[in-house]
């Protein structure tokens, strides 16, 4: 009889560093959703394709589900270039969306191409459960459509070094600009889950814009226009800007933060807690990991921490590879072993990687766990205001000891200011002794808030509710504390305002649980990334296999 | 309804409050906007009244005994938290004496957090009116002219009995998915919001998000 192996340490889990090599799962959004609609055979139609030789019109793309279909309304418009900005700022794109929910009419479509191609500055209604808009990769863009015209392939290493035709610079969900709230749609199955809405809204996306770049080759030499190789179309997925709007969201949702990680780390745990592995799981095992090692190869940024973090990661994945050839993957717990020596000889990335890979084998073992990554954040919301205070300080010992270290006093411990501009209503990050934003604060610095309630606290012994009727500037803090103490994977154990702390680590985290790949940090605040690359598209999903998000190895390899 | 929270937060923000009272009287108003009622015009009118009034003066002066402000009248967000905090002591059987205090619609959603906190029934009663919260859903014998009061008197939290008997709880109340909020209450919140928003300049503009870079690419 063997122990079972405890989910990792919070303290260990939710630091910024570790986060911000968090990498795609079993558990990741993009999956969920795909193994969901082969499981349940959706049907996917293109009922409206009606774009002109210029790129401009619109289609719709209907998926069917057992109970209700959902459709993309794509526009597609001709963009100057010099209108070309991923900033959230932009009032001009290369094609806009929304998800419909069910098959819109039309006067749906009236009154969507009246609003949709308007984003932030149009209206969409309760019909509708997203917004979003792409723009194109110019460079690959042009030589995919100039190949494919003239009856040639495009260039596979050009297709590599860029990895999509087009890319989202924002993807609104519930609630968002009238759309639909969450409410409407989370008692759906298919619904439920995080961010499945946006994210069927992306891999509609991909198919329209695969359809598209061969639709405008044809145009543009209906003679000689070919359609591309299926393998090599598998390699294109979405691309996506995102910048600092999504940094907040993991602060402001302690529960479901707690909901995603808490799942990954129970799923990690249980697969390092099996006794033993077959020797088929082995072999598996040990060929995913040369398909990492691919994925990582394939992986380029230009930014100097990514560079580091990639060199890194190759270099983890040679030496996993080399331990995993003599390794006994068989007896003994071999994951957990396998665990142990890579805590000492890997990167953090490498870390990461591996523990998302050892998920891979075990769908069956863990697959389940993605019903606990939703949550009802109202349950947790509510304060303990008869918890005595002394039990709260005890609490903010236990969840926030690595504040009580910090010398808060100190400029750099608190150097940024979270806020919000005035001109785009954006989340943006300042500096508190350079610029006049502090007034404008916005609560996310939990870790310098607990230091203060910790003080706070230091001389009083009484009700919470009667300290924080005296005290209402930490009713916040107070939340979060209680929240916290139930739920361990809460609260990023790292220090938000500190001055060299890089956003992009808290970007990195949320799209690896949307299972994207290829994170590529175009400064500390922003980065792009690739969404649903060598994804089956929707006729290949019936195929059912949900092993797509590592590149392939070549034919003569397997 | 995300967004009627939004506006709200940041409006009782902007109109002073702390952050962690806006959160809750975000969840408020969007609680009684989902019942239908008008909580968004009503978080308007309470906080045209508080904006510019001491934050501290607005709470209960003591949890115990009859709850009431240091000074007039006491306001729904500041009582509510503590309402909503106490919640094990209701369901301990404590009865809850509070007044008087403004807008009281906004005071509800307080109540039904804490009922479901515990699990326990409890009835909130103000002049006319009287709404029970048991196993997650809300009855209520209601005249909407008490709820809508500007101002009630006195307002009473009791357990409602275990368990309570639903026929007589009155009429059981439905959710709705959609806020329809005037024009004048929509102006109110955004003016009160702005005040959250910083001053944008070139500088902050371009070193705010991180970019600057060209997208041609």
């Known amino acids: 009889m063997v122990d079972a192996i405890s989910p990792r340490d919070p303290n260990e889990v939710m630091k910024l560093d570790r986060l911000g090599s968090a990498h795609q799962c079993r558990l990741s959004f993009m999956r969920q959703l795909l193994r969901r609609m082969s499981r349940e055979n959706w049907a996917f139609e293109t009922p409206v394709f009606d774009i002109d030789a210029k790129g401009v019109g619109h289609a719709v793309y209907t998926a069917r589900g057992p109970e209700h279909s959902y459709s993309l309304v794509a526009f597609a418009h001709d963009l100057p ?224 921490l990514q560079i580091n973090k990639l060199q890194a990661l190759r270099a983890d994945m040679i030496a996993l590879q080399a331990h995993l050839a003599k390794a006994d993957l068989i007896s003994q717990q071999p994951w957990d072993r396998l665990w142990e020596w890579a805590k000492t000889a890997l990167s953090l990335e490498g870390q990461e990687q591996l523990a998302a890979l050892l998920l891979e084998p075990y769908g069956d073992l863990v697959d389940g766990l993605t019903e606990c990554m939703a949550t009802d954040e109202h349950v947790t919301f509510p304060i303990d205001g008869t918890m005595r205070t002394s039990v709260l300080r005890e609490i903010l010992e236990g969840v926030y000891g690595w504040t009580l270290t910090i010398d808060w006093d100190a400029p750099e411990s608190h150097a940024r200011v979270w806020y919000v501009s005035e001109a785009k209503l954006e989340p943006r990050l300042g500096e508190r002794y350079e610029e006049p934003i502090e007034p404008y604060e916005q609560p996310l610095g939990p870790g310098r808030d607990a230091a203060r309630l910790y003080v706070a606290l230091k001389e009083v012994d009484t009700s919470v509710a009667a300290f924080l009727l005296a005290h209402p500037e930490h009713r916040h803090i107070a939340r979060r504390a209680q929240i916290a103490a139930r739920l361990p994977y809460a609260e990023i154990r790292d220090n938000t305002l500190s001055a060299t702390m890089l956003p992009i680590d808290m970007l990195r985290l949320k799209l690896s649980f949307f299972g994207a790949c290829h994170f590529d940090p175009r400064s500390d605040r922003w980065l792009r990334i690739n969404m649903f690359q060598h994804a089956p598209f929707p006729h290949e999903l019936a195929q059912g296999s949900d092993d797509w998000t590592l590149p392939p190895l070549p034919i003569a390899a397997q | 309804m995300n967004e009627v929270e939004s506006l709200a937060r940041k409006a009782v923000r902007g109109a002073g409050y702390d952050w962690g009272l806006a959160e809750e009287a975000g969840k408020a108003t969007r609680w009684t906007c989902a019942a239908g009622w008008p909580g968004a015009t009503a978080l308007a009118h309470l906080l045209d009244h508080t904006k510019d009034m001491s934050k501290a003066e607005l709470g209960p002066a003591s949890l115990t005994g009859t709850w009431v402000a240091k000074q007039g009248v006491l306001c729904p967000i500041t009582t509510g938290a503590s309402l909503c905090d106490l919640a094990s002591d209701w369901a301990d059987g404590r009865i809850a004496e509070i007044g008087p205090v403004m807008q009281p619609m906004l005071l509800i959603p307080y109540l039904v957090w804490a009922a479901d906190r515990t699990g326990a029934a409890l009835s909130l009663r103000l002049e006319g009116l009287r709404l029970t919260r048991a196993e997650g859903e809300t009855y209520l014998h209601d005249p909407d002219i008490a709820r809508q009061a500007a101002q009630a008197d006195w307002v009473r939290v009791e357990p409602a009995g275990v368990p309570p008997v639903k026929a007589d709880l009155g009429a059981r109340l439905n959710r709705a998915y959609r806020a329809e909020l005037s024009r004048e209450t929509v102006t109110t919140l955004n003016r009160l919001a702005k005040r959250t928003y910083a001053p944008e300049t070139e500088s902050s503009r371009l070193g705010g998000a991180g970019a600057g870079l060209s997208d041609n690419d």
């Not at chain 1, 398909?291 to 992986?299: D, G, Q």
Request: charged share 25%; net charge neutral; proline share 6%.
């Open chain 1, 81 to 304: 270039p010099e209108k070309r900005s991923d900033r959230v700022i932009a009032t001009a794109w290369d094609a806009t969306f929304t998800l419909f929910d069910g098959v819109p009419d039309a006067d749906d479509i009236a009154r969507l191409s009246k609003n949709v191609p308007l984003q932030e500055a149009g209206r969409v209604s309760d019909r509708e459960l997203s917004l979003s808009r792409a723009n194109r990769s110019v460079r690959l863009w042009d030589h995919v459509v100039d190949t494919l015209a003239s009856g040639q392939q495009p260039d596979a290493a050009k297709v590599g070094d860029v990895g999509y035709l087009m890319r989202t610079t924002a993807v609104y969900g519930s609630g968002k600009f009238g759309a639909a709230d969450r409410e409407q749609t989370r008692h759906r199955p298919e619904c439920a889950g995080p961010f499945q809405v946006e994210m069927l809204s992306v891999y509609l996306t991909r198919s329209f814009v695969m359809d598209l770049v061969e639709h405008m080759a044809r145009m543009k030499a209906p003679d000689t226009a070919v359609p591309i190789d299926p393998d090599l179309r598998r390699r294109f997925g979405i691309g996506n800007s995102t910048g600092l709007g999504m940094a907040p969201f993991l602060v402001t949702h302690p529960a479901l933060l707690n909901a995603w990680v808490g799942a990954r780390e129970e799923a990690l745990s249980r697969v390092r807690s099996l006794p033993k592995a077959t020797a088929d799981e082995a072999a598996a095992f040990r060929l995913l990991v040369a398909r990492a090692s691919l994925h990582a190869n394939a992986w380029t940024s230009e930014h100097p």
